[in-house]
């Protein structure tokens, strides 16, 4: 905050205005900042956190798109659990944020979307751009992917909507919120102070215990269990929840798997972890889950899929249970719930919850051994190749990226807040719940550079190294956000994997080639960002960012990185961009070319 504002702020500390009130509720919910790409529908809270406020806590975080600002919002919750205000302008505003929206929905982060409509009175509007950006009902455009919306028409319903959201995105299982406010409300000059809502009697919800007959129930089925599987996916990032799941498996000797569609929730390297965390289930893994007698799935994303998958159509043999409080926001507009899973015995509880009454109820054995009944082929799945993938000559493979990546950056503790498609899996390796930060939720892309520099915020008090890895059609759609990070001194690390390609949908065309008997040398058509090359380190130097590259080399490359982190640890935000064959690992395209023949994919 300059002078000028901290002097305004001084002179303003009682609400005059209508969202002066609003502006005081955010500070009291304490939302640290609020993203925003600005707008006049939301003008009179945008003078308020500035002129009432002093533009701190909530300090304003300019964004050159909307889409990027709910991405950065996304990215902070991701590391912190909490939730950021986003503002988003009128109708178009949140038009550009939905694809953002969507991706915090399904990841089911908890997110503040204010938006701004109006006047509602017409005979208050200005001629043409206030009809044009006024909707009769602006949350219909994200109330199936929203968990709660709001147009309130009084500054005393604004205030106590903003506190329910708040509570509602903050209830297990977490989602953004969307409450519109009237610009006409905004800017009501208050006759007296309206009361806000008090704050110690609005506290979250907690999630319903897990009944004593319950946790009997499973803890008798894993007490008895010979091939035991932990199954892994939507779980807190508490570092002694984290610890409690090892716990949890050490003590039932249970194999576990885990998503990297989810951050990390328990060692990698662990000797009951047998293969690497991936989008998809496959090869030596799947006899896991059809050798296992009982799996106990704490959120696992999509297990009805998963299972199915596993064992080529069939539920798997074993004993099933599944502990999620998904099914409470649940909607019939998208189908992110996934396939309906089997189960035995089916918890509404919070799965951390579940780990917590089992270990106390679990008798300890008399000597830990770790011993996994499951003995993996391919070498437990957590060391490397010992040959390194072939290239052209001009460019890394993916593995060597990965290899590379992950061995010059270990003595820096790099939290890893993205990883693109086909990162190899074993590089993850993961041992806290900072070491990765997870996916995008949606599977849109152009959320990274955005997420990345969300996060990196929420690790600047840290000492962790943020380090996202992002594809090249994901960094390119997203850029501007880099903007962001550089005017308030976000540092972090981004390397780009840049096969100048949409390569996935390289993978679909050859599908469709092969199917309907096709010239498969067609499938980059429309598809490959080449002739020109873009210069994506040039494009980071635009924006303020230093930018490196292209590197082509691994000696390059490891210069790069090494810069990269004096940089980043100066308070820089880096970019490094390294030309990558287009294509995925070995590991990582069997399993993705499997599942490509069955559905769609971005």
């Not at 008090?198 to 803890?219: F, K």
């Not at 719940?433 to 690790?459: E, H, K, N, Q, T």
């Not at 380090?467 to 390397?495: Q, S």
Request: with cysteine; aromatic share 6%; proline share 7%.
């Amino acid at each position: 905050m300059n002078d000028t504002a901290r002097e305004a702020a001084a002179r303003q500390s009682v609400a005059e205005w209508g969202s002066d009130a609003v502006a005081d509720l955010l500070r009291a919910l304490d939302i640290p900042y609020i993203a925003l790409t600005p707008g006049a529908s939301f003008r009179g809270l945008h003078d308020s956190l500035v002129n009432h406020l002093g533009n701190t806590r909530p300090e304003l975080l300019l964004c050159v798109h909307e889409e990027s600002a709910v991405a950065l919002a996304h990215g902070y919750a991701r590391v912190t659990g909490r939730p950021l205000a986003v503002a988003l302008h009128a109708n178009v505003g949140l038009m550009h944020a939905t694809m953002a929206i969507f991706n915090a929905w399904c990841d089911r982060i908890p997110m503040l979307l204010l938006g701004a409509v109006g006047p509602v009175d017409a005979v208050k509007r200005r001629p043409w751009v206030d009809w044009i950006h006024t909707s009769r009902d602006l949350g219909s455009l994200v109330r199936g992917y929203t968990k709660w919306d709001d147009q309130p028409a009084s500054v005393a319903a604004a205030l106590e909507a903003i506190v329910r959201g708040h509570r509602i995105a903050m209830t297990e299982p977490h989602g953004p919120v969307y409450v519109c406010l009237d610009a006409a409300l905004q800017e009501e000059r208050l006759a007296a102070p309206v009361p806000s809502p008090a704050l110690e009697r609005a506290a979250v919800p907690r999630s319903g215990a897990v009944s004593q007959e319950v946790v009997t129930e499973v803890a008798r089925l894993l007490d008895g269990a010979k091939r035991p599987l932990l199954m892994i996916g939507r779980v807190s990032r508490d570092p002694i929840d984290f610890e409690r799941r090892v716990a949890l498996a050490e003590r039932i000797g249970a194999v576990v798997l885990t998503d990297i569609k989810t951050g990390a929730s328990f060692p990698t390297q662990h000797p009951l972890h047998p293969f690497p965390p991936s989008l998809y289930v496959s090869g030596d893994a799947t006899q896991l889950i059809r050798d296992a007698d009982t799996i106990l799935s704490l959120d696992w994303i999509d297990l009805g899929g998963t299972l199915r998958q596993a064992c080529a159509g069939d539920a798997p043999k074993g004993k099933i249970v599944h502990c999620s409080l998904d099914q409470y926001i649940h909607n019939g507009w998208n189908m992110d719930y996934q396939s309906l899973p089997p189960a035995d015995v089916s918890i509404l509880a919070s799965p951390d919850a579940l780990v917590e009454s089992l270990l106390s109820m679990l008798d300890a054995p008399m000597a830990k051994d770790v011993t996994p009944w499951f003995q993996a082929k391919n070498n437990n799945g957590n060391e490397a190749a010992s040959e390194p993938a072939a290239a052209p000559g001009d460019r890394l493979s993916l593995e060597d990226l990965a290899r590379s990546t992950t061995e010059i950056l270990a003595p820096h503790r790099p939290s890893y807040i993205r990883l693109p498609l086909g990162w190899p899996g074993q590089f993850c390796r993961f041992a806290h719940p900072l070491d990765y930060i997870g996916f995008d939720g949606g599977g849109g892309i152009g959320s990274g550079p955005g997420m990345a520099v969300g996060a990196a915020l929420a690790l600047r008090e840290s000492e962790r190294l943020p380090v996202a890895v992002l594809g090249d059609g994901d960094y390119l759609m997203g850029l501007t956000a880099l903007w962001t990070g550089v005017h308030y001194r976000v540092a972090a690390l981004i390397i780009v994997a840049n096969n100048e390609s949409f390569f996935n949908d390289e993978l679909h065309q050859e599908r469709m080639a092969r199917v309907r008997g096709r010239p498969v040398e067609n499938r980059w058509i429309g598809l490959r960002m080449s002739d020109p090359a873009m210069d994506l380190a040039e494009l980071a130097r635009a924006q303020g960012a230093c930018g490196l590259g292209p590197v082509r080399t691994l000696d390059q490359l490891a210069s790069a990185l090494e810069r990269g982190v004096v940089e980043v640890q100066s308070g820089a935000l880096c970019v490094i961009d390294v030309r990558v064959a287009p294509e995925y690992s070995r590991a990582v395209s069997s399993s993705l070319l499997r599942n490509i023949g069955k559905g769609l994919s971005r």
